[in-house]
């Protein structure tokens, strides 16, 4: 009995609290633009991909002093991102979708940006690389939080009472002239027949 108490609890609280979205619930809209020393020289492509966005203990220069957040996000099978804090932000590492034959374009030394979280979305712009190779990506993201859904409520035919009619009393009609009549007159050939026979 208790273990079923502890349950049914357990149940209502699941039904009372709105299911919190895991750090893999965000999709990101993004546009990519470069330009690389060799072929193929710049690009500009644009794409909505499903994205994380991870907490991660310690800061990002120049303040060290914001959230610090683990950014990805998936195009063509591959994984790009980085790390970015609240406010603005310097890393060693983010790499953005790039067109083939380069299919990445990777930052192993420089990369600056400003990164704002806002509930459950956040704005992102982060420039990449320096000289001759460089790039740039900005992006939305948008987190999809479950929300309880409503069970429909089926409408109520309304029951219409029924009034009770009174029973009508049937109601003799009077005797028409023509039969009281026809029945007096055989009354009376009746009583002069005894007559005859009793002479």
Known sequence: MKTALIAVAALVA???????????????DWHSTGNVAGAPFTWDITGTSPASLTPVSGGLAPTFATQAFDLSFTHMDRIFGGRVAQGSFQTPDFAVPAPPPINSFPSTSFSSGT?????????????IGLGNNRAELTATGMQNVPTTP???TTPVTPIIPVTPTTPTTPTASAAEPAVLLLGGTGLIAAAAMRRRHCL
């Open 14 to 28: 699941a039904l009372a609290f709105p299911v919190v979205a895991s750090a893999q619930d965000w999709v990101m």
């Open 115 to 127: 990164f704002n979280l806002t509930g459950n979305s956040f704005t992102l712009d982060v420039l």
């Open 150 to 152: 409503i069970t429909p």
